[in-house]
């Protein structure tokens, strides 16, 4: 029988409610301070005097729309799923924060290829 969130391992589990929570956060904040939190916490190339290292990580919970939220999850589900249960979750979260600061890591890399060649 389905009993909400209860299936799920605890890694996903969490990582699932701390991006929705992320998500609706953003929007409120947005709607009554007129403050877009993504400007802050989203990344921002290592040059750029917005960029903190805290981005490497705070980047991986923000979305821009509602279809981002809905397949990054999605995927987090259907994959996460299966690897949280296989590999054990201590293991699971290794693999996600590091893949996800790589990914910043990455994303920095391209840009700097685009704007120096």
């Not at 929570?21 to 993504?38: E, P, R």
């Not at 990580?57 to 923000?62: G, I, N």
């Amino acid at each position: 029988m389905f009993n909400g969130f209860s299936y799920l391992p605890p890694v996903v589990k969490n990582i699932l409610l701390l991006n929705v929570f992320a998500f609706i956060i953003t929007f409120i904040i947005k709607a009554m301070y007129n403050f877009d939190i993504s400007n802050t916490l989203g990344i921002h190339y290592i040059a750029s005097p917005l960029f903190k290292p805290i981005q490497l990580v705070s980047y991986m919970f923000l979305h821009a729309d509602i279809w981002h939220l809905f397949f990054n999850m999605f995927a987090v589900w259907m994959f996460g799923n299966a690897l949280e249960n296989f590999w054990g979750p201590k293991r699971f979260f290794t693999f996600y924060m590091v893949t996800g600061i790589g990914a910043g890591i990455f994303q920095m890399l391209v840009t700097y290829i685009r704007l120096h060649y």
